[in-house]
T-cell receptor
Framework: LAKTTQPISMDSYEGQEVNITCSHN???????ITWYQQFPSQGPRFIIQ???TKVTNEVASLFIPADRKSSTLSLPRVSLSDTAVYYC??????????FGTGTRLKVLA | ETGVTQTPRHLVMGMTNKKSLKCEQH?????MYWYKQSAKKPLELMFV???????ENNSVPSRFSPECPNSSHLFLHLHTLQPEDSALYLC?????????????FGQGTRLTVV
């Protein structure tokens, strides 16, 4: 399983764009990159998933360079309600959804 | 609402009690999971069931006993727990596929062992 490395914490202000980068140097050919969001005392919630280049949905964008050894989650114009822990996972349809420490994002007014 | 429902949401139990956590998924998935999340710690994968067969058991103490009677239901039976077992217990489900797949989580059960 590819190990992921993310910053432990980040602070941002409301209205700003937030980019969280995840490093996954030993990603395998069949692995997809998935990001989850978790609020306190709740289960993680799927945000976005991608394999290469760029993926965008109504919540976020995911940028993946050609070598796929890293990925960047981009949250446009964050609000206070985006304060949460964000996890980057790398897996290929296996059963092992292994979560790391994640990035604790704090959005300030 | 993610389609994965956990009950109860909160549970307080003594160390000599026996209780069970329940998880139900309405997504037609064929894999279900139990995770434990202690305060300010990452999620720890405890058990994985695929098509009602246990495929993963990450060195979890025997005081935790999972049961998967069918692909929609998952239980975690608890007995003689310790205070350090107090945590948020999360259930998840997914559809096993060759390539991309994501897990859907329930809201969790907040367990306090006294």
């Amino acid at each position: 399983l590819a190990k992921t490395t993310q910053p432990i914490s980040m602070d941002s202000y409301e209205g700003q764009e937030v980019n969280i980068t995840c490093s996954h140097n030993n990603i395998a050919t069949n692995d997809y990159i998935t990001w989850y969001q978790q609020f306190p005392s709740q289960g993680p919630r799927f945000i976005i998933q991608g394999y290469k280049t760029k993926v965008t949905n109504e919540v976020a964008s995911l940028f993946i360079p050609a070598d796929r050894k890293s990925s960047t989650l981009s949250l446009p114009r964050v609000s206070l309600s985006d304060t949460a822990v964000y996890y980057c996972l790398v897996a290929s349809g296996t059963y092992k959804y292994i979560f790391g420490t994640g990035t604790r994002l704090k959005v300030l007014a | 609402e993610t389609g994965v429902t956990q009950t109860p949401r909160h549970l307080v139990m003594g160390m000599t009690n026996k209780k069970s956590l329940k998880c139900e998924q309405h997504l037609g998935h064929n894999a279900m999971y139990w995770y434990k999340q202690s305060a300010k710690k990452p999620l720890e994968l405890m058990f994985v069931y695929s098509l009602e067969e246990r495929v993963e058991n990450n060195s979890v103490p025997s005081r935790f006993s999972p049961e998967c009677p069918n692909s929609s239901h998952l239980f975690l039976h608890l007995h003689t727990l310790q205070p350090e077992d107090s945590a948020l217990y999360l259930c998840a489900s997914s559809q096993k596929r060759l390539m991309n797949t994501e897990a859907f989580f329930g809201q969790g059960t907040r367990l306090t062992v006294v």
